[in-house]
C-alpha cells in the first residue's frame, strides 16, 4: 500500500535563482523526478555556486554537451581531474570537478560543454520521495526512511553533521547512510552539496518440475542413450538466497557446496532449491532441471550481496532469488548493484522471480495489471526476471506484468511457475504455483546452458549477458507476436538454445560513440524463422537517472535493398498500448534488440550495429542468431525412454507457425503405426497412454503434411515396482522386497550413494539382501524393473531403511549407549587431575549378561580395561565408572574413546563411542551464598535473528557456544519481549520495574532449538543444606521445555528438578531444588532451554540463588509420567526442600 503526502516543487530555491535569471536553458535531462532544462555554460554559470558550496573549489555539476564524448575525449578530461560519476540522458554527465582550474575548463569547451547546472535537490530525489506517495513500509511513525549517497568520500564527515541536523542517522553503510527524516525536511535533507542521492528505503524482502523440465525443453538436452546431448549442468554453480537453511532432503546430498543461512523457518528455500538442482533420488518426477549441478545456499539477499566475493570462493556464476524488493520500485541502488555485478563478474548473472502482482496498481500509470513487477533489483538491464506460465503455456492471472518503470521490456523470459513438483523437507515434495516457482526454472535451465557453453568451447566459460540474450532470442514466442509486457520474450526453450551454442551462432565484438560494425550472417534457404538477437551488458546507470539505458546501439537487419528494425514495445502508459503488438522502430530503451523473419530468403543477412550514443564506451556486445528449420521435432520423448506402463504421459513438440494440424503415431515394432492423437495448428503438446506390460521396442512420431519426426532411438515400457518393504535389518546386512512388475525380466537395486542413486546389483527374484551395511546409518534404497533388453524403467519412490536393527534376535550385544562423563565443556574449576570416566551399557541381547569387560583411551594415550560385573537382564542399562580416572593437566581439547569387548559380541556397530570435552579456564569461583539477578547485566538484542544474536553475559555466566554445544544464546532483557501472547513483560526482581532484568529465549525464527546459560563454578566445600532457587516464566501456546543440570566432579547429572514442559501461564513461578548430593564439591549450574514449535515460546528465568536452608525438610517427589503403560520406564525426580537428601 502506498501513503501519499504533498510536498511543494522547490527545486531552485536553494540555488541562486537570481544569477541564474538572466540564462539561457537549453538541454533536457532526464531524472527519476523529472525532466529539466540545464541553463547554458558561460562564465557566470561556470563558475557559479550555490550557497552551500561557497569557498569551495571542487563541486558536483550537470554537463551538458554538444555531442557524447568519445573515449580519447574522456580519457583526456579525466587525466586533466575531471571526475565523470555517470551518464544522464540526455548528452549529459553528473561530474565533479574543480572550477578554478582553468585548465579544465578550457578543455571542457573544446569538448563542446553547452550546458552546467548544479545537482539541484530535486534532481536527487527518487520519483516517489519527489512526489510524495512512499509505500508504507517507507513510513516510521511520521518520517520516512531513506538512504543517502555521497561524493566524494571526504565529504563523509560534512554529510555525516548535516543529516543530523535534519534527521536521524540509522547505519552507516560505507558508501552511504540510512536515515529518517521528515517530509517536510527531505528537500532540506537533500540541498548538502555533496549529496548525490536520496532514496527511499530498499522493500522489505517477501517470498514470492516433471512438467517443468519437459516444458522447458530442458529434458531433451539431457537425454537417456549413450551419445545423446549431456547438459546437465556439471560443474556449474548457482548460488540461491532464500528462507532460511535448506533441511535435509536427499535431493541435494553432496552437492550443496557450502550453505551460508541461519535456521530456516519455512519451505520455500526447499522447493526452490529442488527445482534448480534436485537430484530425484528419492521420487525421479521430483528431478530438478540441472541435476548435475551444485549450490550455495544464503539467507536472501546474502546470495547477491556476497556474489563478489563467492563468484572466486565458490564459482558461483548464476543467482536464483525469488524475492520481492518491492512493486515497480524503479532503478534503485540495489538495482545499480545488480548491473554492476554483471559488469564486474563476466560470467555473471542474477535470476529474479517477476513477481506475484500481476492484479495490482503500483503506479505505473495505466491502472491495475501493468507495470506491476515486484522490484527494484529486478528491473535491472542485466538481470533476468521470470514470469509464471502454466502446464499449457498460460500466463498465470498472479505473474506480474511489465513494463520497468522506465518503460524496459520485463519479465524478460517466461518458465513453468504453477503447480510446479518439487522438495519439501525433510525429503517430501509439494506441488506449489508462483513466479518463486518459475525463477529456479530458468536458473536450472542456465545452468545446463552454462554446461553445454563449455561442453562446445574446452571448457572456457560463457559471458552471463550472452547466456541471457541466447535464453531469449530462442524462447517460444506467446502471448502477443515478438516480446511483450506479459511473457516477455516467450517460454524458455533449452533445445533450441543449446542448438544456438553448439553451431557457434554467435558473434562477439564492440564499438564505441558514432562507430558502426557489420556482422554477416549466411542464412540457408528453406528456413522456417530467422532469429536475430543484438545484446550487451550495459554500464550501471545513476540511479536517479530518468532512463535506465546508459550505452545506446541501434541494430538494423538488412539484406540487399531490404532492411529491418528491431521489435520494440509502446511503453505509454495506458492499458491499450502495453497491449499492443510489437513493432518494428528504432529501440533507446533496452539493452536487447530482437529481430525475427518467418520463411525468410536465403542469403547473407548483415546485422548493423551503431554506437549511437555511448558515453561509456567502447560497449561490448553479442550478435546471436537461431535458424528455426520448417519442420517438427520431438521434444519428449526424445528417444531412449523407458516410460511407465500403463500411465498417461505428455507428448511434446517444436515446430514453426503453419496451418496444417499434427498426426500423432506409435508403434511396438516399427512397422505397424497407430495414430493416438491429432493436435491443432497451434498446439505443441498432447497425451499418450502408455500400453500395460513391458516393451522393449516402442516408437513415437509425429508428422505435419511432408514434415516428419520420430524419437532418436526406440522407447520400451515396464511397470514401475511397488510394495516396497523391509523384511529384516542385522548388523551385516538387510533384506528388502517389492511386488513383482509383470513383463519385467529383472530388477536393478539403488542404493543412495554420495549424490546419487547408485545402481548395486541386478537381480530376476523381488528381494534383495544389501550386504556389509553399517546398520546404524541412514540408508536410502529404491528399486527399478528392466526390459527384456535390459534398460531399467522408472525407479520406485525410494524408502528409508532407519538406523537400528530389526527382526535380527541376538544372544549376545553388549551396548554401549553412552559417554556421561568426559564430555563438554569442563571449566578447570573441576579437580581435572581425577576425572571420572563414567558409561552406560545396555543389554541388546536375548541373553543375561553377568561380566563386560570395558576399555577407554586418551587421544593416543595408553588403553585403560576395566570390566563391568553385574546381572543385567536382556533391554536393561547399567550404569559404569572406571575405576581409572583420568589426569588433564592443561586446557584444551580433548577426546576419549571408549568400547566394550565381550567376547562374542554378535553387533559389532555400537560397541564403541568417542566422547570429545574441552578443559576451559573458569572464572571467580563463588562461595555461598550466591545471588543472581541479572539486573547489572547489558541488554542483547531482541531481533528474530536465531543465532545470529551472540549475548555475553555478566556475573561470570556464559552462553555456551552457538553452532557447537546448542543453537542460540540466552539474552538480557528489561521490557516485553517482542512478541505478543509470550514472554514476561519485565523481570521479577522488582515486579518489572525499571531496569529490573532477566534472561530470556526469543523463539521468533527459532523454534525447536536448544539453548544453555550455565553459572561460574560454585565452591559447596563448606556447604551443608545448599538449595538452588530460582523463578521463571513460561508463557505461551507453543512454549517448549526447561531443563536444569548439575555438572560435579566432571559428569553433567542431568535434570535435577522435573523438566517444565509445555504452558505454565502468565505469571513468575519459583522453583527449588536439592544440591545437597554435590556438597563437598564445586559444582556448575546449566540451564537447558527448549523453544517450542511456534513464536509464542520466550521462556525466562530471573532471580537465581544458591543459599544454605534452615527451615524445616519438606519431601516430595515427581514423576515423568503419572500414568504409564505396562513395561514403561517411569522417572522419578526428587522435588524435596530443605532436605539433606
Not at 502508459?573 to 530482437?594: G, M, P, W
Not at 540463588?1105 to 520406564?1129: D, F, K, M, T, W
Amino acid at each position: 500500500m502506498f501513503k501519499s503526502f504533498s510536498i511543494p516543487f522547490i527545486a531552485l530555491c536553494l540555488f541562486n535563482t537570481a544569477a541564474l535569471a538572466q540564462s539561457t536553458y537549453g538541454s533536457r535531462v532526464k531524472f527519476q523526478s523529472g525532466t529539466y532544462a540545464l541553463p547554458e555554460v558561460t562564465e557566470d554559470t561556470y563558475q557559479q555556486r550555490t550557497p552551500g558550496e561557497r569557498g569551495a573549489t571542487n563541486v558536483l555539476r550537470v554537463l551538458g554537451v554538444e555531442q557524447i564524448w568519445t573515449e580519447a575525449q574522456r580519457n583526456i578530461l579525466e587525466q586533466a581531474g575531471l571526475e565523470i560519476l555517470g551518464y544522464l540522458p540526455h548528452k549529459s554527465y553528473l561530474a565533479y570537478l574543480n572550477l578554478s582550474d582553468a585548465h579544465l575548463q578550457g578543455l571542457l569547451d573544446a569538448s563542446g560543454l553547452a550546458y552546467i547546472s548544479p545537482l539541484l535537490p530535486d534532481m536527487k530525489l527518487t520519483s516517489q520521495l519527489h512526489t510524495g506517495n512512499v509505500p508504507d513500509y517507507v513510513w516510521v511513525g511520521s518520517q520516512w526512511e531513506v538512504y543517502v549517497e555521497y561524493y566524494p568520500a571526504s565529504s563523509k564527515g560534512a554529510v555525516e553533521a548535516h543529516l543530523l541536523a535534519q534527521g536521524q542517522i540509522l547505519e552507516d553503510l560505507g558508501s552511504g547512510f540510512r536515515a529518517v527524516v521528515s517530509p517536510d525536511d527531505l528537500r532540506a535533507l537533500a540541498s548538502h552539496p555533496y549529496i548525490t542521492l536520496v532514496q527511499q528505503k530498499e522493500a522489505p524482502a517477501e517470498p514470492e518440475n516433471m512438467i517443468g523440465t519437459k516444458n522447458h525443453r530442458s529434458n531433451a538436452i539431457r537425454v537417456p542413450y549413450a551419445g545423446g546431448r549431456a547438459y546437465d549442468g556439471t560443474g556449474v554453480v548457482v548460488g540461491h538466497g532464500d528462507d532460511g537453511d535448506i533441511q535435509p532432503h536427499i535431493d541435494f546430498k553432496g552437492r550443496v557446496l557450502a550453505n551460508k543461512s541461519s535456521p530456516s523457518y519455512g519451505a520455500h528455500g526447499d522447493h526452490v532449491a529442488g527445482t534448480i538442482f534436485g537430484a530425484g533420488n528419492l521420487d525421479p518426477d521430483g528431478e530438478g532441471q540441472a541435476p548435475g549441478a551444485m549450490l550455495v545456499y544464503y539467507d536472501y539477499p546474502d546470495n547477491l550481496n556476497d556474489v563478489d566475493a563467492d563468484y572466486g570462493t565458490y564459482d558461483v556464476r548464476i543467482t536464483a532469488s525469488s524475492y520481492s524488493n518491492g512493486c515497480n520500485a524503479g532503478y534503485t541502488a540495489f538495482t545499480r548493484q545488480m548491473d554492476e555485478d554483471a559488469i564486474q563478474n563476466y560470467s555473471l548473472v542474477h535470476v529474479f522471480s517477476a513477481g506475484n502482482n500481476g492484479t495490482a496498481n503500483c503506479n505505473y500509470g495505466a491502472g491495475s495489471g501493468w507495470g506491476n513487477i515486484t522490484g527494484g533489483h529486478k528491473q535491472g538491464k542485466n538481470v533476468i526476471a521470470t514470469a509464471n506460465v502454466t502446464g499449457a503455456d498460460l500466463i498465470a492471472g498472479s505473474s506480474s506484468r511489465g513494463p520497468a518503470h522506465d518503460g524496459r521490456i520485463k519479465p524478460d523470459i517466461a518458465a513453468l511457475g504453477t503447480n510446479v513438483y518439487s522438495c519439501l523437507s525433510p525429503n517430501d515434495y509439494r506441488s506449489i504455483t508462483g513466479t518463486s516457482m518459475a525463477c529456479p526454472g530458468i536458473a536450472g535451465v542456465l545452468a545446463q546452458l552454462y554446461d553445454a557453453y563449455k561442453q562446445n568451447n574446452a571448457g572456457n566459460e560463457p559471458a552471463g549477458g550472452l547466456m541471457k540474450a541466447i535464453l531469449m532470442n530462442n524462447a517460444d514466442d506467446l502471448g502477443n507476436p515478438g516480446p511483450d509486457f506479459k511473457y516477455g520474450y516467450g517460454r524458455a526453450n533449452a533445445l533450441r538454445s543449446a542448438k544456438a551454442i553448439e553451431n557457434n551462432w554467435i558473434v562477439a565484438d564492440n564499438v564505441s560513440q558514432n562507430q558502426t560494425d557489420t556482422i554477416s550472417i549466411v542464412v540457408p534457404a528453406g528456413l522456417g524463422e530467422l532469429r536475430v538477437m543484438v545484446s550487451w551488458t550495459d554500464p550501471q546507470a545513476l540511479v536517479n537517472a530518468g532512463t535506465a539505458l546508459v550505452n545506446d546501439l541501434n541494430a538494423t537487419l538488412v539484406l540487399d535493398a531490404q532492411s529491418w528494425n528491431p521489435w520494440v514495445l509502446n511503453p505509454t502508459a495506458t492499458a491499450t498500448a502495453l497491449n499492443a503488438n510489437a513493432q518494428r522502430a528504432v529501440d533507446s530503451l533496452n539493452n536487447s534488440e530482437q529481430f525475427t523473419l518467418a520463411n525468410p530468403s536465403g542469403g547473407t543477412y548483415k546485422v548493423i550495429v551503431n554506437g549511437a550514443t555511448v558515453p561509456a564506451g567502447p560497449q561490448a556486445y553479442w550478435v546471436t542468431w537461431s535458424f528455426v528449420e520448417q519442420d517438427v521435432e520431438l521434444t519428449y520423448p526424445v528417444g531412449g525412454e523407458i516410460l511407465p506402463a500403463g500411465t498417461t504421459i505428455p507428448v511434446r513438440w517444436d515446430a514453426p507457425d503453419g496451418t496444417g494440424t499434427f498426426t500423432l503415431e506409435y508403434s511396438n515394432n516399427g512397422g505397424a503405426w497407430t495414430s493416438f492423437a491429432t493436435a491443432a495448428a497451434n498446439a505443441r503438446q498432447a497425451t499418450f497412454s502408455v500400453p500395460a506390460g513391458a516393451s522393449d521396442s516402442l516408437m513415437l512420431r509425429i508428422s505435419r503434411g511432408t514434415q516428419t519426426d520420430s524419437v532418436d532411438f526406440r522407447l520400451g515400457y515396464v511397470g514401475v515396482p511397488t510394495n516396497l518393504n523391509m523384511d529384516w535389518a542385522c548388523p551385516d546386512s538387510f533384506r528388502v522386497s517389492w511386488n513383482m512388475v509383470p513383463g519385467a525380466s529383472g530388477y536393478v537395486v539403488y542404493l543412495l550413494g554420495a549424490e546419487y542413486m547408485d545402481p548395486i546389483d541386478t537381480v530376476t527374484t523381488p528381494w534383495y539382501v544389501y550386504q556389509n551395511i553399517n546398520p546404524f546409518l541412514t540408508q536410502w534404497w529404491t528399486v527399478p524393473a528392466i526390459t527384456s533388453g535390459q534398460r531399467a524403467g522408472k525407479r520406485a519412490y525410494a524408502e528409508e531403511k532407519t538406523p537400528g536393527l530389526a527382526g535380527c534376535p541376538m544372544n549376545y550385544d553388549a551396548v554401549l549407549a553412552a559417554v556421561l562423563s568426559p564430555a563438554g565443556q569442563i571449566p578447570n574449576c573441576q579437580n581435572t587431575s581425577a576425572l571420572p570416566v563414567n558409561v552406560t551399557l545396555t543389554n541388546g541381547g536375548s541373553d543375561t549378561l553377568f561380566s563386560v569387560p570395558l576399555a577407554y583411551q586418551l587421544g593416543s594415550g595408553p588403553v585403560q580395561r576395566d570390566t563391568l560385573i553385574a546381572t543385567i537382564p536382556a533391554t536393561q542399562s547399567m550404569p559404569f565408572s572406571f575405576s581409572a580416572t583420568l589426569s588433564i593437566s592443561g586446557l584444551g581439547s580433548y577426546g576419549v574413546k571408549v568400547w566394550t569387548e565381550l567376547s562374542g559380541d554378535q553387533n559389532p556397530y555400537n560397541d564403541t563411542l568417542f566422547s570429545a570435552f574441552q578443559i576451559v579456564q573458569s572464572d571467580s569461583t563463588y562461595l555461598l551464598p550466591y545471588v543472581q539477578n541479572f539486573d547489572s547485566f547489558s541488554n542483547c538484542g531482541t531481533v528474530n535473528n536465531c543465532g545470529s544474536t551472540v549475548c555475553i553475559l555478566g556475573g561470570d555466566m556464559h552462553n555456551a557456544p552457538t553452532g557447537v554445544e546448542d543453537d542460540h544464546d540466552w539474552r538480557t532483557n528489561a521490557t516485553s519481549t517482542p512478541s505478543a501472547g509470550t514472554g514476561p513483560t519485565g523481570g521479577h526482581t522488582s515486579g518489572g520495574g525499571s531496569g529490573d532484568k532477566y534472561l530470556y529465549l526469543e523463539a521468533s525464527g527459532c523454534t525447536d532449538l536448544l539453548a544453555m546459560v550455565t553459572t561460574p563454578c560454585i565452591d559447596l566445600t563448606n556447604a551443608s543444606l545448599p538449595e538452588l532457587k530460582f523463578w521463571a516464566h513460561m508463557f505461551g501456546s507453543n512454549m517448549g521445555e526447561m531443563h536444569v543440570d548439575v555438572l560435579s566432579q566432571g559428569q553433567w547429572f542431568l535434570d535435577v528438578i522435573q523438566p517444565i514442559v509445555g504452558n505454565q501461564g502468565n505469571a513468575w513461578f519459583e522453583k527449588t531444588a536439592s544440591l545437597t548430593p554435590y556438597v563437598g564439591q564445586v559444582i556448575v549450574v546449566r540451564f537447558r532451554g527448549i523453544t517450542g514449535s511456534g513464536i509464542a515460546s520466550d521462556m525466562a528465568i530471573d532471580d537465581l540463588s544458591i543459599v544454605e536452608v534452615n527451615s524445616a525438610p519438606v519431601a516430595a517427589a515427581g514423576v515423568s509420567n503419572a500414568a504409564p503403560c505396562l513395561n514403561q520406564v517411569v522417572q522419578f525426580f526428587d522435588q524435596s526442600a530443605s532436605s539433606p537428601n
